[in-house]
């Protein structure tokens, strides 16, 4: 109950929304859509993760849990002589991350720096949706795009054929830099406008220039939301397939090195799903087993990313 001459508080107006009768009938039918809607996802997520984990149980009924988690080498469709250490998978999906992000992050925080504090409202308006066009370009055309081009026409010739193979972790990766850089620089971008004016009117009446405003005062202010872009590209560039499975190869390899032929979790669950593993099999069940293991890789990485973008968000009123 708020005191007499006090307003009332967050939660007391809430409650007297929630109170207040439904003034048009039709808000009724929406509210029950929206609840269907809500449950419906709630349910095809229940269903997904049954399928998946049902599944990775007869995986583990005959593999080891213990070879599963701890070995690294993986080679799952040459019987009789099978080895399910995932590492060796999850290894190359680190690869591809680490350098994408190595490519991809400097230029995407630059190219949000840039439009947000530099250029000009007619130049924004043209850079930001062309830099945002890389995202509708299909991976297939990257794919193919990194096993010519950047394999067959940069780095062989730069480096040798011997150095390079022609799978090779670093084409991939630097495409899929190139895909992601929207994401980074646009959602960054986009957390960047939206601090406040009156801080950099603050740093300029301090004598700061306008680099040292948007690397000491807006970039730290909008940290939250630079944070959530680069968990985002992470998300897609862990779950991407054509470019990893055309360009990267399909040899699993325990190594960080961008010039060696790599497998992604993602790259064998793509190769098992095309080829012909009969249902209930072993190598049938190990494409589960590899799914659950990226759905809980993805999902970790979703919950730190709450944890971290709670942790620097700053409120402004």
Request: glycine share 6%; charged share 15%.
């Amino acid at each position: 109950m708020a005191i007499a001459g006090s307003s009332p508080t967050d939660a007391e107006l809430r409650g007297q929304l929630r109170k207040r009768p439904l003034k048009r009938p039709g808000e009724s039918l929406i509210i029950a859509a929206l609840t269907l809607c809500g449950l419906v996802s709630f349910v095809i997520t229940a269903l997904i993760v049954f399928t998946l984990f049902g599944e990775t149980v007869d995986f583990f009924s005959e593999v080891s849990i213990w070879e599963f988690a701890t070995g690294t080498h993986w080679q799952a469709l040459i019987p009789p002589d099978h080895h399910f250490g995932v590492w060796a998978l999850v290894a190359g999906t680190a690869n591809v991350v680490l350098w994408t992000m190595v490519f991809a992050l400097p230029l995407g925080l630059m190219a949000a720096i840039y439009l947000s504090e530099y250029a000009s409202p007619r130049a924004r308006k043209v850079l930001k949706p062309m830099l945002e066009a890389l995202a509708g370009v299909p991976t297939v055309v990257y794919a193919f795009f990194a096993l010519t081009f950047i394999t067959e026409d940069f780095l062989q010739p730069m480096l040798g054929t011997d150095r390079v193979p022609i799978f090779n972790s670093l084409s991939a990766s630097l495409i899929m830099a190139v895909m992601i850089l929207p994401t980074i620089a646009s959602v960054s971008e986009d957390a960047m406008a939206n601090v406040p004016r009156d801080l950099r009117e603050a740093a300029y009446g301090l004598g700061a220039t306008r680099l040292e405003v948007a690397v000491r005062v807006v970039l730290p202010a909008a940290l939250s939301g630079v944070i959530a872009a680069v968990l985002l590209a992470v998300a897609r560039v862990v779950g991407e397939t054509m470019i990893v499975a055309i360009a990267a190869g399909s040899t699993p390899n325990f190594t960080l090195m961008p010039l060696e032929t790599i497998q992604t979790m993602t790259g064998y669950m793509l190769q098992v799903g095309l080829g012909d593993a009969a249902r209930g099999t072993l190598d049938y069940t190990s494409l589960f087993a590899v799914g659950s293991t990226l759905f809980l890789f993805t999902f970790i990485l979703n919950v730190a990313a709450q944890v971290i973008v709670r942790r620097f968000r700053e409120a402004y009123d």
